[in-house]
């Protein structure tokens, strides 16, 4: 089992920045795969970004692209999701999630994903 535990979320102006985090407990973190996705209200789980275990692939959403970065420091068992030049259609919930991919893989479907944390609300004001 991995836990995941997300921070970092808040309310923040139109244009502005936060940076997410998210830790793992539980299981070698170096052997996931990382993603973000984010539930906005009445919409479905959408994917953000991920980042492969060999650290040297990152994907992201159209969306999200020039504008958020995803990173993953295995020494501190931790995740996490620059977001600059926030939208308010960025505000959502944001559910970091762990994935048994393989070395260069970047999953990008919900059902790739086997552990998921409780997630962070995020408000982006216009």
């Known amino acids: 089992q991995v836990q995941l535990v997300e921070s970092g979320g808040g309310l923040v102006q139109d244009g502005g920045s936060l940076r997410l985090s998210c830790v793992a407990s539980?299981?070698?973190?170096?052997?996931?795969?990382m993603g973000w996705f984010r539930q906005g209200p009445g919409r479905e789980r959408e994917f953000v970004a991920t980042?492969?275990?060999?650290?040297?692939?990152?994907y992201y959403s159209d969306s999200v692209k020039g504008r958020f970065t995803i990173s993953k420091d295995n020494a501190k068992n931790t995740a996490y999701l620059q977001m600059n030049n926030l939208k308010p259609e960025d505000t959502a919930i944001y559910h970091c999630?762990?994935?048994?991919?393989?070395?260069?893989?970047?999953?990008?479907?919900?059902?790739?994903?086997?552990?998921w944390g409780q997630g962070t609300q995020v408000t982006v004001s216009s």
């Open positions: 539980g299981h070698t973190f170096s052997n996931y795969a």
């Open positions: 999630a762990a994935a048994p991919a393989g070395y260069h893989v970047t999953p990008i479907r919900v059902n790739d994903y086997d552990y």
């Open positions: 980042i492969s275990r060999s650290l040297e692939s990152t």
